[in-house]
């Protein structure tokens, strides 16, 4: 028997961030963090129920007692294949900071992995967590958190460098989110950690979003951070979040 796991919601959308944005997901929305990004949107704080949808893609949802159970998350993921085949590429694990249940992933990931491919989105700080699954991971996606964006005031520079190492050899892309405020010695220090691991791992560039729905960057900020970024990094891409912009969950 695997470990019941505290789920904030289950839904189908579009993955609007990094690597694989258009393609379409399942999203399993995992409860806590280690962090409090002054930019999150998510209410990651626990609870006893769990929000999943009726249909994938109907935004109507249906509530469920905590925690849940593998199999229920199973049973949900082979009848909306059933619904839509073909329609899912993969599955991604966000939060929260989902290697706050590593112990239980690690039973959970095995048995998710043979309906679909799992992508993992993390805030880049955990890096014994991420030894203990990144066998059966076959995305990551990790940020590294610029003090400018994210208010954190504790230095995770050091902290973002061990964690991706440890996720070297894996498919592991970097995302920074930038504000107006953002400088250029930020855009070094995400070049420094990647480049001392490998200077071709992909750094997506992600706007930041404001509550009321602005853009807290301007086109020329964000135009200079990216040309700091291509003069020591050959892939360097600015992608603002896709799904946002489309209405999408």
Same mark, same amino acid.
């Given at each position: 028997?695997?470990?019941?796991?505290?789920?904030?919601?289950?839904?189908?959308?579009?993955?609007?961030?990094?690597?694989?944005?258009?393609?379409?997901?399942?999203?399993?929305?995992?409860?806590?963090?280690?962090?409090?990004?002054?930019?999150?949107?998510?209410?990651?704080?626990?609870?006893?129920?769990?929000?999943?949808?009726?249909?994938?893609?109907?935004?109507?949802?249906?509530?469920?007692?905590?925690?849940?159970?593998?199999?229920?998350?199973?049973?949900?993921?082979?009848?909306?294949?059933?619904?839509?085949?073909?329609?899912?590429?993969?599955?991604?694990?966000?939060?929260?900071?989902?290697?706050?249940?590593?112990?239980?992933? #690690?039973?959970?990931?095995?048995?998710?992995?043979?309906?679909?491919?799992?992508?993992?989105? #993390?805030?880049?700080?955990?890096?014994?967590?991420?030894?203990?699954?990144?066998?059966?991971?076959?995305?990551?996606?990790?940020?590294?958190?610029?003090?400018?964006?994210?208010?954190?005031?504790?230095?995770?520079?050091?902290?973002?460098?061990?964690?991706?190492?440890?996720?070297?050899?894996?498919?592991?892309?970097?995302?920074?989110?930038?504000?107006?405020?953002?400088?250029?010695?930020?855009?070094?220090?995400?070049?420094?950690?990647?480049?001392?691991?490998?200077?071709?791992?992909?750094?997506?560039?992600?706007?930041?979003?404001?509550?009321?729905?602005?853009?807290?960057? #301007?086109?020329?900020?964000?135009?200079?951070?990216?040309?700091?970024?291509?003069?020591?990094?050959?892939?360097?891409?600015?992608?603002?979040?896709?799904?946002?912009?489309?209405?999408?969950?």
């Amino acid at each position: 028997m695997s470990d019941p796991i505290y789920i904030s919601e289950v839904f189908s959308s579009i993955q609007g961030e990094g690597m694989l944005a258009g393609r379409r997901q399942i999203f399993v929305r995992l409860m806590e963090c280690n962090l409090n990004c002054l930019y999150c949107d998510t209410d990651f704080a626990k609870s006893d129920i769990c929000r999943i949808e009726s249909k994938p893609g109907s935004e109507a949802f249906l509530n469920l007692p905590q925690p849940l159970p593998l199999h229920s998350i199973t049973a949900v993921f082979a009848d909306w294949i059933l619904q839509l085949p073909g329609s899912h590429h993969s599955v991604s694990f966000t939060g929260g900071e989902p290697l706050l249940h590593a112990k239980a992933l #690690t039973e959970w990931f095995p048995v998710i992995r043979k309906i679909l491919p799992i992508h993992l989105e #993390t805030n880049g700080t955990m890096p014994l967590a991420l030894r203990s699954v990144k066998q059966y991971l076959d995305y990551i996606s990790m940020d590294i958190k610029l003090p400018s964006t994210s208010g954190c005031t504790e230095h995770l520079w050091d902290l973002h460098a061990l964690f991706l190492r440890e996720a070297h050899g894996c498919n592991v892309t970097v995302k920074i989110v930038v504000g107006e405020m953002t400088t250029a010695d930020e855009i070094e220090q995400v070049c420094d950690i990647i480049s001392s691991v490998d200077e071709c791992l992909p750094l997506f560039i992600q706007p930041l979003m404001m509550s009321d729905g602005s853009v807290g960057i #301007t086109s020329k900020h964000i135009l200079r951070m990216q040309e700091l970024a291509s003069s020591r990094l050959p892939d360097v891409r600015v992608i603002p979040q896709m799904h946002k912009l489309l209405g999408a969950l």
